[in-house]
């Protein structure tokens, strides 16, 4: 088994197991921004967070192992360093979440409009829902914040998913920023997927009944010559028979 044989069936084996992960995260994130716990439960969710990253960070270095070109692996996954290191991308971790995703896309099945109308639904939920539990927990507390609240938080999400941007929150803080700036690239990015996804759908369909046609077409061609052809031989032969008749009248 080479190396990337062995990578893929890695990826594939560990798939499931870091969405519980990712799902395991989200929860003790939702905890800590939402409750605030103090004394041992803090600690606990403390220790939870600990061991989700510690899990992310073995797959990390699993796959870069596991890899036939570690250095142009590494040049690749940049980001899955970057959320393994960084505090600040560490919601990204969520992203093992789509994993879910593509269960509830078999169940649905494989109907693009199925397809646009989960990952929409889906992505936009996740995206605003992250989203808002990090800017909650980097601005509330922070000198003239305006997001104090988790309904702020949410209702400042949306507004800047969607790019409407009434004005009324936003963030004061350096990594709030940051957060917003990801949010909304994320928002275009959701977008574009989707506006990408149903144009391939619409160009693979035309294109599906144009060769159908075009098919049934031929085929018609294909008759109609035959038909010709088969009249043309009749016509050859109706004077030859005439003329080899005999005429046996008394």
């Known amino acids: 088994m080479t190396m990337q044989q062995r990578l893929d069936r890695w990826e594939a084996r560990a798939e499931w197991p870091l969405a519980t992960v990712a799902a395991v ?87 693009i409009r199925g397809r646009v109308v989960l990952y929409t639904i889906s992505g936009a939920i996740m995206l605003v829902y992250v989203s808002s539990l990090a800017v909650l927990q980097t601005e509330r507390g922070a000198p003239g914040a305006h997001i104090t609240n988790f309904g702020d938080a949410v209702w400042w999400a949306i507004t800047t998913i969607t790019t409407v941007g009434y004005g009324d929150m936003y963030p004061v803080t350096t990594t709030g920023r940051v957060i917003a700036a990801l949010l909304m690239i994320g928002g275009i990015s959701l977008v574009g997927s989707i506006t990408a996804t149903i144009a391939s759908w619409i160009v693979q369909h035309v294109s599906t009944e144009e060769s159908a046609n075009a098919a049934a077409t031929a085929s018609h061609i294909n008759e109609l010559r035959a038909e010709i052809a088969l009249l043309r031989e009749e016509l050859r032969r109706a004077p030859v028979i005439e003329a080899s008749g005999t005429d046996h009248r008394p």
């Not at 990253?53 to 142009?72: E, G, M, Q, S, V």
């Open 25 to 111: 995260f989200l929860a003790a994130y939702s905890v800590n921004v939402l409750a605030q716990p103090q004394g041992l439960a803090r600690w606990a969710i403390h220790a939870v967070s600990l061991l989700t990253w510690a899990a992310f960070t073995a797959d990390y270095a699993a796959r870069l192992y596991l890899a036939d070109d570690r250095k142009r692996w590494f040049r690749t996954h940049l980001i899955d360093l970057a959320v393994v290191v960084l505090p600040l991308l560490r919601p990204l971790r969520l992203l093992r979440l789509i994993v879910l995703i593509g269960a509830l896309q078999k169940a649905i099945g494989h109907a």
